[in-house]
């Protein structure tokens, strides 16, 4: 018995059956063999676009469904539940796509929405730099007005839907003398002369999700391009930001949600000593003990859910969503792969993948140490 979750209407677990379905049969049997090449094939985009999982709280009239977030919601928690990790929808639907929505001009987001709800073109986001993490006031990568267009130097690591992408949201200096208050987004096209991809980067886990480093050697971008107003690229990261937390907290509980059922099943079944897993005080007490903290962190981010749909969500409680799903989360797969044994370190079971996967929420979309000072100015 768990506490029953309100946020959800009939249309809205229609369509997730609709997701799972569409999961079950066209993602997960191939997602092996994307883990082996680094990357998703494209494919499945185009497959996700005609189905409706892409960009669907988008208006109708830049080719979404217009419907509220709960829908967009659904598909990270069901991709969460399979751990089918190389799909880079989240990001793609629900951060790069509302940067365009909220700050492109009409001729930009008439251009770029459409193919991207279609699942024709795929979208990024380029914060990250060698030298410049969570830090975002260390990026050094600059655009410099000449005329109609700013040109682009410099390099981002660790992108998501990198190799992939037809267009990303570049955070850069435009004048780099005023810090973090002289930051601009720019939508750069991938056609762009200068715009290099580097290959897949080679990671711990997440290994089928395309991740690369991007490279701007003088790219000319047209001035029409920037996204807002100049100068004012941290202040629109700062409102965003909190969403894409929670983002981070929704998969995080929902991982943990599916380690426990699988460790449940497992335990069940195998037997040591004669007996099963399951009939030894510790396999219960352990899995008592952490179904009723993921219980708690669901009750909250459901909590959460509703504040950003009353657009209430404040940084701080992002924030402590993000930092504490996800060290719940992996302390729930680190005490589920111990429940394993032996076959908790095999990359077949998907305990395994889903341990190696999680490290990297507790760090990417700002540490869970920036977390916490972010809290901290809250007291």
């Known amino acids: 018995m768990t506490v029953p979750r309100t946020l959800f209407a009939a249309d ?3 369509f997730r059956d609709t997701v799972r379905r569409f999961l079950e049969q066209e993602v997960a049997p191939h997602h092996a063999r994307w ?33 509220d977030k709960r829908f967009s919601i659904i598909v990270i928690e069901e991709c969460a539940r399979l751990n089918v990790t190389g799909l ?22 008439q251009k770029y929405l459409p193919p991207m709800a279609r699942g024709e073109a795929i979208g990024a986001i380029a914060m990250t730099e060698p030298a410049a993490g969570s830090d975002l006031q260390g990026i050094r990568a600059t655009a410099i007005r000449d005329g109609d267009h700013y040109v682009l130097n410099g390099s981002k690591i660790f992108i998501t839907n990198g190799y992939l992408c037809d267009q990303v949201i570049v955070v850069a200096k435009t004048d780099p003398a005023r810090g973090a208050k002289g930051t601009s987004l720019l ?12 290959q897949p980067l080679k990671k711990a886990g997440m290994k089928a999700q395309d991740t690369c480093e991007l490279f701007f050697d003088n790219v000319h971008v047209p001035a029409e391009n920037l996204l807002g107003e100049e ?20 998969t ?13 099943a497992y335990s069940r079944e195998r037997k040591a000593f004669g007996q099963e897993l399951m009939q030894f005080q510790n396999t219960r007490f352990t899995l008592a003990e952490l179904k009723t903290e993921v219980q708690i962190g669901r009750v ?3 909590r959460c859910i509703e504040l950003l749909l009353e657009d209430k969500l404040d940084p701080a409680t992002a924030s402590m969503a993000k930092y504490w799903c996800t060290d719940l989360q992996f302390k729930v797969l680190d005490a589920c792969v111990q429940l394993f044994g032996g076959y908790g370190y095999m990359w077949e079971y998907p305990i395994t993948r889903a341990w190696a996967d999680a490290r990297v929420q507790r760090i990417y979309g700002g540490t869970n140490e920036i977390m916490k000072e972010l809290i901290s100015r809250s007291l």
């Not at 990001?91 to 001009?105: F, K, M, R």
């Open 12 to 14: 809205h677990e229609a």
């Open 35 to 67: 883990e082996e090449q680094g990357h998703v094939d494209r494919d499945v985009w185009r497959q996700a676009g005609d189905a409706g999982l892409l960009c669907s709280s988008m208006p109708e009239e830049y080719g979404g469904s217009g419907v």
């Open 88 to 109: 880079g929808w989240g990001l793609h639907s629900e951060i790069v796509a509302p940067y365009l929505l909220h700050y492109g001009s009409a001729g930009l987001k």
């Open 187 to 198: 939508l750069v096209d991938t056609s762009m002369a200068g715009f290099t991809k580097g």
């Open 231 to 250: 100068n004012q690229g941290f202040v629109y990261l700062m409102q965003e930001l909190p969403w894409e937390r929670l983002q981070i907290a929704i």
């Open 252 to 264: 995080a509980i929902t991982s943990a949600e599916a380690a426990i059922g699988w460790t449940v």
């Open 300 to 302: 909250f981010v459901d």
